[in-house]
């Protein structure tokens, strides 16, 4: 009995990576009033929306914004709209949705128009679990009337667009049992595939990078070190280009590790000239609730910067404030 206990403590605790929790004493009527107040009083109070939003877990943000419509008649996203404007309002937009509408939309969005912005498809398709596919795929179908992947078809091709199909399917295997020869097996075909013959047999690639398990996958990319003397991503960087490389290495580096791979975008989103603030956005939104605190640590060994700080320098007013709030503090 004791061992059970254990266990799920642990993991609870490895779950409880994220800045954005559950509120424990948590009342619905309380965060709706206090939102009515501060959206229908003379000038908003954005320290409200900030507070309520950033201290709130997804479930109990869908019972405020239930009860809100309830109470005024009236929808909190399109309040929210209203009241405040740019890259704050889309933010605070971002943190009322959940996790799976915000992928929905992003992937719309990603989709629109002429182009097709092939970076948003990577980032999400490569860093979600299968759950977490299959939850934005059914917001998606809701959104659209079509699936995502009858969508896909319309927009990517080639090997990049079977790798991102394959993804997209959200039935990469969960198997968390690793088996050594396998591993082997798959890194010795990779590296026959690309680095040992003329030309390479992207469709390899594509099948093990795309299918097999996470932990499968950490220890093939070790055996594959160990054959190749190169790690997999510089050989997938030698071996291909364009669209089909960024998404391959993507892929790499989420198994490796996800919240290190989040933490390079957004290095970069602030890298330079200028914010991208739309990735900046999308990234402290959709990992605020599930490894922020990883990232920040990643951040760190990265960059030697703290994560607060590289934020307080490079973004400022209200959306800097609520960046910092989900960011969670210094360290």
């Not at 128009?113 to 999400?124: C, M, P, R, V």
């Not at 979600?128 to 299959?134: C, G, S, Y």
């Not at 097999?212 to 510089?234: C, V």
Request: proline residues 1%; contains cysteine; charged residues 30%.
């Amino acid at each position: 009995m004791a061992d059970l206990w254990v266990s799920k403590i642990l993991k609870r605790t490895l779950r409880e990576r994220g800045t954005i929790k559950a509120k424990p004493d948590f009342n619905v009527s309380e965060d709706v009033a206090a939102l009515r107040k501060a959206i229908d009083g003379i000038g908003t109070t954005e320290k409200t929306l900030i507070d309520i939003l950033t201290h709130r877990s997804s479930s109990q943000k869908q019972a405020i914004s239930k009860a809100y419509e309830e109470t005024t008649k009236r929808i909190l996203v399109n309040d929210l709209k209203g009241d405040t404007s740019g890259k704050f309002e889309k933010l605070l937009v971002a943190l009322a949705r959940s996790p799976a509408l915000n992928d929905a939309k992003w992937l719309i969005k990603a989709m629109k128009g002429a182009g097709t912005d092939t970076n948003i498809l990577i980032e999400i398709l490569a860093s979600r679990t299968n759950k977490q596919i299959k939850e934005l795929s059914a917001v998606y179908a809701e959104q659209t009337k079509k699936t995502l992947v009858q969508n896909l078809k319309t927009e990517v091709s080639g090997d990049f667009g079977k790798a991102i199909l394959l993804l997209a399917e959200g039935a990469r295997d969960e198997s968390t049992n690793v088996n050594a020869d396998k591993a082997k097996e798959d890194a010795k075909a990779l590296y026959q595939a690309g680095e040992k013959r003329l030309g390479t047999d992207e469709s390899k690639f594509i099948e093990i990078l795309c299918k097999r398990s996470i932990p499968h996958l950490r220890q093939t990319i070790l055996e594959y070190k160990n054959i190749s003397g190169k790690t997999l991503q510089k050989s997938i960087e030698k071996e291909m280009s364009g669209k089909l490389e960024d998404l391959l290495v993507a892929v790499v580096k989420c198994v490796m590790s996800t919240p290190a791979y989040f933490a390079e975008k957004i290095y970069k989103s602030m890298k330079g000239a200028g914010t991208d603030e739309n990735t900046l956005t999308r990234v402290m939104v959709s990992r605020g609730e599930i490894d922020m605190l990883d990232i920040r640590a990643e951040f760190k060994k990265l960059y030697q910067r703290s994560l607060y700080k590289e934020i307080s320098s490079d973004v400022s007013g209200n959306y800097g404030d609520c960046l910092k709030m989900i960011c969670g503090g210094e360290d």
